[in-house]
């Protein structure tokens, strides 16, 4: 099937197409898109559950490296205040940790942008096929009526005027033949009429849906920035409580990651599946939800020169018929004109409805030809395959960077809060509680050359 223009499948939509797919089961399952399908369903979430697996491993190590902190410590001597060996380096590779952090939370904000980018490109691909449409069934009304209304008045008033010429009045029953077969060819034009499917209503749902997905992981990037800054406060002022607390956040961002981590993976290989071969699934789906034709579908959908214009008949007869009608005008109003010219008005009256029509006919030929409604969905294809994949995957790194971090620093704060000094009450008549390990410093050179 023919690409749409300007849309070609990326190198992360074959990479990931490639990945292989299982069911409950360890079944292999093709890769190929089929969202209605238990087994394919299955697959997807299984990808899913590879995050859970890796959240209960990480879960795992940090507590199995918390107990043996806890449990297997040396016993200090007696009296001894300096502090165990490799105590920096703890408290530096929490803190390199942490950056590594916020730098995937950098990450993280523009891979929610390029998402938003391609869904909201989406949304305007969907707006600007639904206006296409509107405008063919507006146009075709438009024109039935006109006609209708000069079948009913101007013709009528013209038959009345031209009784005592039988020749005139068959050409002007000629005419209003070929008016009402015109009008008749019209009305089958406007093939989107009765069709339950909506595309400002598709828009709308998925403007919905991506504003709320949006806000969640503003929301989740905030959070996890603010325990970034706070942790890096407490280890900063050695403050026990911030770090404690931090500590109980960062756990539960540490959950909240792998769990969008999951969300991603599955929504990503998903896509790629999709975006891999798009025309046969959209067309048939588009064909089970409108009951149109696949004639008609497939020149929108592929719109090449393999298949022909199923309108091309009827705009073909139309527009001999018109042709025909301003022949038949032309000629009652160099023959009537003269002997009757009471008949003048609705001739006139008649030329410009034709004029009228006739322009908003070439404009439906226009409008009814593929090229804009292929455009419109290479560019949803776009939006959706290029921006919003772009964006779900550096999402995936961003969740990756953050559960890796979160991890190190759970397993890096209780060690680095256990070397933190004692609070001394008098130290707060000294100044600030940053001054006291300083003052520590000054003093012990003084106390040993004594």
Request: hydrophobic share 45%; aromatic share 8%.
């Amino acid at each position: 099937m023919g690409a749409p223009p300007g849309y070609r499948p990326s190198a992360w939509v074959h990479l990931l197409h490639q990945l292989p797919r299982a069911d409950f089961q360890l079944r292999p399952v093709p890769s190929g898109f089929a969202p209605q399908e238990q087994e394919y369903q299955q697959a997807l979430l299984l990808v899913a559950a590879l995050a859970g697996l890796g959240l209960g491993l990480s879960l795992i190590f940090i507590a199995v490296y918390l107990i043996r902190f806890c449990c297997c410590r040396p016993p200090e001597a007696p009296g001894t205040k300096s502090p165990p060996p490799g105590g920096g380096c703890v408290t530096w590779s929490c803190i390199a940790a942490l950056l590594v952090g916020c730098a995937g939370i950098g990450i993280g904000f523009y891979g929610n942008s390029e998402t938003s980018d391609g869904v909201s490109q989406l949304s305007s691909a969907l707006l600007h096929a639904n206006h296409t449409l509107s405008a063919i069934d507006h146009l075709v009304l438009e024109m039935v009526e006109r006609l209708g209304e000069a079948v009913r008045t101007e013709l009528t008033t013209l038959e009345e005027v031209l009784t005592q010429r039988t020749e005139l009045v068959a050409a002007t029953r000629g005419a209003r033949r070929q008016a009402e077969a015109v009008a008749q060819q019209l009305q089958g034009l406007a093939f989107w009429r009765d069709v339950p499917l909506s595309p400002l209503q598709v828009a709308e749902d998925v403007s919905f849906v991506e504003e709320y997905r949006w806000l969640a992981y503003i929301l989740l990037l905030l959070l996890e920035l603010l325990v970034c800054l706070f942790t890096l406060l407490g280890l900063a002022k050695q403050s026990k409580w911030l770090v404690v607390v931090m500590t109980v956040m960062s756990l539960l961002v540490l959950i909240l990651s792998w769990g969008s981590m999951g969300l991603e993976a599955a929504t990503a290989v998903g896509l790629s599946d999709f975006c891999s071969s798009p025309d046969t699934y959209v067309l048939n789906l588009t064909q089970e939800e409108t009951g149109l034709g696949s004639d008609i579908l497939s020149y929108y959908f592929l719109c090449n020169q393999a298949v022909s214009n199923p309108f091309q008949q009827r705009l073909t007869l139309s527009q001999r018929a018109l042709a025909n009608i301003h022949s038949q005008l032309q000629g009652l109003e160099r023959e009537a004109v003269p002997q009757f010219p009471s008949a003048q008005k609705p001739l006139l009256s008649l030329e410009e409805t034709m004029n009228v029509t006739e322009g908003n006919f070439h404009q439906l030929v226009a409008l009814l030809h593929c090229r804009g409604l292929h455009k419109d969905y290479g560019a949803a294809l776009r939006g959706l395959c290029e921006d919003a994949l772009e964006g779900l995957l550096f999402l995936l790194l961003f969740s990756l960077l953050s559960a890796g971090a979160l991890a190190t620093a759970l397993c890096s704060l209780p060690r680095a809060w256990a070397l933190f000094p004692p609070r001394n009450p008098s130290a707060s008549c000294s100044g600030s509680p940053l001054s006291e390990p300083l003052l520590r410093a000054r003093l012990e050179p003084a106390s040993r050359r004594w």
